[in-house]
């Protein structure tokens, strides 16, 4: 390999007989706009957010596509002491509604 007076290699010209790659934009072009699109909605203007949706997903990577993870106890948060199970935040629910109706019950009575 040939190497210049600071040490680098040099580039070496290859020649080939295969033509050069072009792209076939029209097609993608078309697959692109056939995607489905993110259903988030800007604050502000109100106008939808336009970019293509995660496949499998009703919102783009911006707006939350990829995030989430694995159930049950693949999950990080499963292995909690089982205080962000499913079964437990079914649990406190139930209990912050029992605690609502007992509030308003203690308030119509006064």
Known sequence: MPFNVSGLAQGVGMKSAKR??????????????????????????KKPCGQPAMRGKRVCRLHGGKGGGPKGERNGAYRTGGHYTAEAKAERQQVRMLIRGLRHLIDSGE
């Open 20 to 45: 050069p790659y072009i792209p076939d934009w029209a097609s993608a072009l078309i697959h692109a706009r056939a995607a489905r699109r993110c259903h988030a909605h800007c604050r502000v203007s």
